[in-house]
């Protein structure tokens, strides 16, 4: 089966089935898993019983999974998709994190109360400190590879436990919330954030000083918790109410919560990708989170129930433990081919010659179409052109949707603009940048100057209609900024211009040939009135010499 969703532009999953067997138990040999078409998996069987957490180092690549049942950890090598080697570990280990940067595997163990410290380059265990209690939360423990510090939730004493990954010594308890469950840490602004289960929030701490920042209410029974250090977005399941929250990690806000078909207890953010990854306890399906959108984009069936989640952004894969079948679970994230091709923008509006006059709720009408090989991902309107003398270009609008195709600009009272020109910029999810222009056209301040007609002159005084009917009309115009329009009437009794002879003539027509119509009387003696207007509707008129119409 194949299954597409989005990834950071247009990424495509693809799912294929292998089974790995444990090294020394079974041998390393593979085989395909009859009849199944939906993943990879990686089976732990039966050195490792019950997979339940998952813990990556990207920089050896080597996954690591807590074995509750069988009391052990195992190693698996990424780039193979083998199991290396299986720990054991004097109790029932439950959380499980890795600091990069010293290559150390820190896993809590249940029945002993304890936090064991593994070597990442021998897989042997090299400390164990003695919590004091029982670590039972999924996702209870986090790394700081920046600070080397270690968090674990005490769920039972509302507490969080700091230890120093130097020497391996608790420094601390910190009263958090209500059942503290998971724990995530941002490394870049230090900030440590606790999902209090039964207090329906989020504890934000201070990992210089540990002290509180803030609490965040989210929705019910929050147990899981993951951080994007780049986009510095965090995301708590909600387990009680199934769904996702979002929180700005400099504002401390909820941004927006997402629903989930399912149980979400953990969950893991690929920072590349922008992705985040659920697991759906009671379900057999990983909801998979746009971290763009804030949606559920996809939904990946694996077959049995999802548990514990970790992520390789390098390799673009994600892993999900399934305790009830002890294998793991690899979602392989394909990206499709590069995008090299810009969009394509035509601007239609305003159109060349348009002349504005910048009065109260004056407007410029802008339209245009963009088009995509893949898709139009966002758009900017600026513009251009001189301000007394002067050019200048401004931005009108920023990070307007793929599927905009008009936008109003408001004029700004007695602005003046010459040469002016809209651009469009049209941007597809891979970065290319295409753009289209207007053509120029004017805003002007206001004008309440009026036109000047002067000079009307006409071609005869006295016209026989049957022989000649062609009356030519010439006149002279101007304007302090530009005559718009002319319109010419006849008054047979000098006096009242009931007839039209024309309206709407160019500003820039300064003569028009009238031919007489037979429907005026047969003896007609009468004047013409020529009048100007401009775009402001100011408007100036002149009259000719008398007319005998015969």
Do not use: C
Request: charged share 15%; no cysteine.
């Amino acid at each position: 089966m194949q299954s597409r969703y989005r990834v950071h532009g247009f990424i495509r999953l693809t799912l294929a089935v292998a089974v790995l067997s444990v090294a020394g138990v079974q041998g390393q040999g593979l085989f395909f898993e009859p009849n199944s078409k939906v993943t990879t998996t990686i089976s732990t069987a039966p050195a490792g019983q019950e997979p339940v957490e998952l813990a990556l180092n990207p920089a050896t690549s080597r996954l690591y999974v807590a074995n509750r049942t069988s009391n052990s950890i195992s190693v698996i090598d990424t780039q193979k998709n083998t199991v290396l080697a299986n720990i054991p570990l004097n109790g029932k280990p439950r959380g499980l994190a890795v600091n990069q940067n010293s290559n150390r595997i820190y896993t809590s163990l249940e029945a002993s109360k304890s936090l064991a410290v593994i070597d990442g380059a021998t897989n042997m265990v090299t400390g164990n400190l003695s919590l004091g209690f029982a670590p039972t939360s999924l996702g209870g423990i986090a790394v700081n590879p920046q600070t080397n510090r270690i968090y674990v939730t005490n769920g039972n004493l509302n507490q969080i436990a700091v230890i120093d990954g130097s020497s391996n010594r608790l420094l601390d308890l910190v009263v958090v919330g209500a059942s503290p469950a998971g724990v995530a840490v941002n490394e870049i602004t230090n900030r440590v954030y606790v999902a209090n289960e039964e207090g329906n929030s989020m504890t934000v701490l201070d990992g210089a000083s540990n002290a509180l920042v803030k609490v965040v209410f989210v929705e019910l029974a929050p147990r899981g918790v993951a951080v994007n250090p780049v986009t510095n977005r965090v995301y708590v399941a909600n387990s009680g109410s199934s769904s996702i929250s979002v929180i700005d990690g400099t504002t401390n806000i909820v941004q927006a919560t997402t629903n989930v078909i399912g149980v979400p207890n953990v969950l893991v953010v690929n920072a590349t990708t922008n992705r985040i990854f659920i697991p759906l306890n009671f379900s057999t399906s990983v909801a998979i989170l746009d971290g763009v959108a804030n949606k559920v984009d996809e939904s990946v069936s694996v077959e049995s129930e999802p548990f514990g989640v970790a992520v390789n952004e390098q390799a673009k894969q994600a892993y999900v433990s399934n305790p009830v079948r002890n294998f793991i679970s690899v979602i392989a994230e394909e990206v499709a081919p590069s995008d090299t091709e810009s969009p394509v923008v035509t601007v239609n509006a305003p159109v060349a010659g348009l002349v504005i006059p910048s009065l109260d709720n004056a407007k410029v009408e802008i339209g245009w179409r963009a088009t995509d090989n893949v898709g139009v991902a966002s758009q900017s309107i600026s513009l251009t052109g001189k301000r007394n003398g002067t050019s200048f270009t401004a931005s009108v609008a920023d990070g307007l949707p793929g599927t905009a195709q008009t936008f109003t600009l408001m004029v700004a009272r007695n602005d003046a603009v010459t040469d002016a020109q809209i651009i469009v910029q049209a941007k597809d999810a891979a970065g290319n940048s295409g753009r289209g222009t207007s053509g120029l056209f004017q805003i002007i301040a206001p004008d309440n100057e009026k036109p000047v007609v002067s000079n009307v002159t006409l071609s005869k005084a006295n016209i026989k209609r049957k022989k000649d009917p062609n009356l030519v009309i010439a006149w002279k115009s101007t304007d302090n900024v530009a005559v718009a329009a002319h319109d010419l009437r006849f008054a047979g009794n000098g006096t009242d211009f009931a007839t039209e002879i024309v309206t709407g003539l160019a500003g820039s027509t300064q003569t028009f040939t009238w031919a007489i119509p037979t429907t005026l009387p047969k003896t007609l003696t009468g004047i013409i009135k020529v009048t100007a207007r401009d775009v402001a509707g100011n408007t100036g008129e002149a009259i000719s010499g008398i007319v005998q119409i015969k």
